[in-house]
T-cell receptor, first 111, second 112 residues
Framework: EAQVTQNPRYLITVTGKKLTVTCSQN?????MSWYRQDPGLGLRQIYY???????DKGDVPEGYKVSRKEKRNFPLILESPSPNQTSLYFC??????????FGSGTQLSVL | KNQVEQSPQSLIILEGKNCTLQ??????????LRWYKQDTGRGPVSLTI?????NTKSNGRYTATLDADTKQSSLHITASQLSDSASYIC???????????FGQGTRLTINP
């Protein structure tokens, strides 16, 4: 089944403790991206990647890192999480210029 | 500044009624415009993608229109069903870039 898989689905952590949210797609998509969604603000793009080893900042990249070493994986790294990074996170992938396929989301709480 | 504005912010209608959601954008140069449906707590799902040359595109009871001259799009839902209750998000892509510009969405509630 074609899908974008994010893990974990829920995550509670404490300020400053490094964490990684994984994202994997099985559709051979070139494009992958990360978003955060906060009440009243809609989806905001954090980082995106147009292919392996090619990444670029979105609208809200501060406090986040990404890597694209393989085509199928695009992990989101929070080196030192802070409470303002508490949010619902989505990973998505697509062929270039085509519709996005989104993962099921990761609800992150930073205490 | 690239922006996508959606209206209304929220809408409540009775089951079986039609409704139209609006999207205005200032993204340039324009590549395509997308509508997504997002159920609460879940990832958005694509409804339509429209390029510059397309005026209308349908997906079942959903019909999207695009006026590239006025930079406006609408999503019309016919004979609404309870399962149409969701947020509808308009997204615009600029040419040569995959940095998408998202609208804040319209929250649609269908009441029985």
């Amino acid at each position: 089944e074609a899908q974008v898989t994010q893990n974990p689905r829920y995550l509670i952590t404490v300020t400053g403790k490094k964490l990684t949210v994984t994202c994997s797609q099985n559709m051979n998509h070139e494009y992958m991206s990360w978003y955060r969604q906060d009440p009243g603000l809609g989806l905001r793009q954090i980082y995106y990647s147009m292919n392996v080893e090619v990444t670029d900042k979105g609208d809200v990249p501060e406090g986040y890192k990404v890597s694209r070493k393989e085509k199928r994986n695009f992990p989101l790294i929070l080196e030192s999480p802070s409470p303002n990074q508490t949010s619902l996170y989505f990973c998505a992938s697509s062929f270039l210029g085509a519709k996005l396929f989104f993962g099921s989301g990761t609800q992150l709480s930073v205490l | 500044k690239n922006q996508v504005e959606q209206s209304p912010q929220s809408l409540i209608i009775l089951e079986g009624k039609n409704c139209t959601l609006q999207c205005n954008y200032t993204v340039s140069p324009f590549s395509n415009l997308r509508w997504y449906k997002q159920d609460t707590g879940r990832g958005p799902v694509s409804l339509t993608i429209m390029t510059f040359s397309e005026n209308t595109k349908s997906n079942g009871r959903y019909t999207a229109t695009l006026d590239a001259d006025t930079k406006q799009s609408s999503l019309h839902i016919t004979a609404s069903q309870l399962s149409d209750s969701a947020s509808y998000i308009c997204v615009v892509s600029a040419s040569g870039a995959q940095k998408l510009v998202f609208g804040q969405g319209t929250r649609l509630t269908i009441n029985p």
